[in-house]
């Protein structure tokens, strides 16, 4: 049942990733700015005046807001771009020696992605979204990928002898995912309060991301891949564009900010959750994922 939380003249921020559309209020956030850096390794709080000195982080698991808000963005434009399961691939690339070098790794795959456009054209245009992982601190860098053929009009297989043609400096393997969650969860973790056998997996991939330098990006993506649309209207407006293109409502997300008014009451948010009619997720699809990506 809603809410009712959020008014017709209410400020929203709408987000559509691929068929589903999340609306938050925003009327009461506060958007200006908090901060402002300055000369130096330096910034000043502007509501204090005090100057404060930046803490230079040395991996991605110092800054967790930073790493959860990458995961969640990386989440979203796989999700964008999952259109038909049978159109893409998802792929693990290994070194024979351990690479620690960042930008090598990414120039090998580079490579790797001109040699397979090149000589593997079967099913048309390949788009990648790719994340670097390290084992532990003895190991080196290795690469997980997910392959996007969409405008294929068939089904994609990848011989196995063309990956390894492609891919010249260790060992590789290719998979097609069951169901579209095992693509949503191939390149981003979460993080569970117990860890056991079988969560144990993502919450190891949760601190291999942990331990990337900082600085390194936690993904790259090929220049045809689609991104998310994102921004606001009133919430009045918004109803209305989801009426009249078939958006039927979800399910919402309340939640209480800790600040309160000058009443004394605590500021209420809530977030929304649409998908398109025809489209309602299978059983199979539909059981709640309560972990977050770290």
């Not at 992605?113 to 601190?137: A, M, P, S, V």
């Not at 003895?138 to 690469?143: A, D, E, L, Q, V």
């Not at 056991?196 to 919450?203: A, G, L, Q, R």
Request: glycine share 4%; proline share 3%.
């Amino acid at each position: 049942m809603k809410s009712s939380l959020i008014k017709p003249n209410d400020l929203v921020k709408v987000k559509k990733v691929n068929n589903q559309i999340i609306l938050h209020n925003i009327t009461n956030c506060n958007r200006k700015a908090s901060i402002k850096r300055i000369s130096g390794n330096r910034h000043i709080n502007l509501s204090t005046g005090e100057i404060v000195e930046n803490k230079k982080t040395l991996i991605r698991g110092e800054s967790m807001r930073s790493l959860l808000e990458s995961n969640l963005r990386l989440q979203d434009l796989i999700k964008e771009n999952t259109i038909d399961i049978q159109k893409l691939l998802l792929i693990t690339l290994t070194y024979r020696k351990k690479i620690l070098d960042t930008k090598k790794v990414n120039e090998d795959f580079k490579v790797f992605i001109k040699y397979l456009r090149k000589h593997f054209t079967d099913y048309g245009e390949i788009e990648y979204i790719n994340t670097l992982e390290k084992k532990d601190e003895n190991s080196g860098f290795h690469i997980h990928a997910i392959l996007f053929f969409n405008k294929s009009t068939r089904s994609v297989f990848l011989p196995v002898q063309t990956l390894n043609d492609a891919w010249k400096n260790g060992y590789t393997s290719v998979g097609k995912p069951k169901g579209k969650q095992e693509v949503y969860f191939y390149l981003t973790p979460h993080l569970s309060k117990e860890v056991n056998e079988k969560n144990s997996h993502m919450h190891n991939k949760a601190l291999m991301q942990m331990q990337l330098p900082a600085g390194v990006n936690l993904y790259h993506y090929s220049k045809g891949i689609k991104k998310p649309t994102i921004y606001t209207d009133t919430y009045e407006n918004v109803k209305k564009y989801l009426k009249e293109n078939s958006y039927i409502y979800k399910s919402e997300q309340v939640y209480k900010n800790p600040m309160q008014t000058y009443r004394g009451n605590n500021l209420y948010y809530c977030k929304e959750k649409y998908i398109k009619a025809e489209e309602q997720p299978k059983e199979s699809d539909s059981k709640p994922h309560k972990r977050t990506p770290i």
